[in-house]
């Protein structure tokens, strides 16, 4: 069992930036892949970001592309997603999830451990 915990949700202009955390408990953390996925009210949850379990491959919505940076820090058990040049439509509850394996995918069936969620709004 894994467990996630997100943090560093908030409400922030447009245009700002926020940092989003992410901290695993319980089996080894370099063993799985990491994703961040959103969920906007009345939508589907989508793709945002993924990192290799070594941290050396990243992977990005064309969405966030440029905007959005995923890391992680095995030794603290930790993954993060740094977000700059928010816009309104980045407005979502944002979970962090882990994959068994090396890369992960871009499919949320695929993850086998999901956080909480925390929410991000970007006004206008």
């Known amino acids: 069992q894994v467990q996630l915990v997100e943090s560093g949700g908030g409400l922030v202009q447009a245009g700002g930036s926020l940092r989003l955390s992410c901290t695993a408990s319980g089996r080894a953390f370099d063993n799985y892949a990491m994703g961040w996925f959103r969920r906007a009210p009345g939508k589907e949850r989508e793709f945002v970001a993924r990192?290799?379990?070594?941290?050396?491959?990243?992977y990005y919505a064309d969405s966030v592309k440029g905007r959005f940076t995923i890391s992680r820090d095995n030794a603290k058990s930790s993954v993060y997603l740094q977000m700059n040049s928010l816009k309104p439509e980045d407005t979502a509850v944002y979970s962090c999830?882990?994959?068994?394996?090396?890369?992960?995918?871009?499919?949320?069936?695929?993850?086998?451990?999901w956080g909480q969620g925390t929410q991000v709004t970007v006004s206008s």
């Open positions: 990192i290799s379990r070594s941290g050396g491959t990243t």
């Open positions: 999830a882990a994959a068994w394996g090396v890369y992960g995918t871009n499919y949320d069936r695929n993850y086998d451990y």
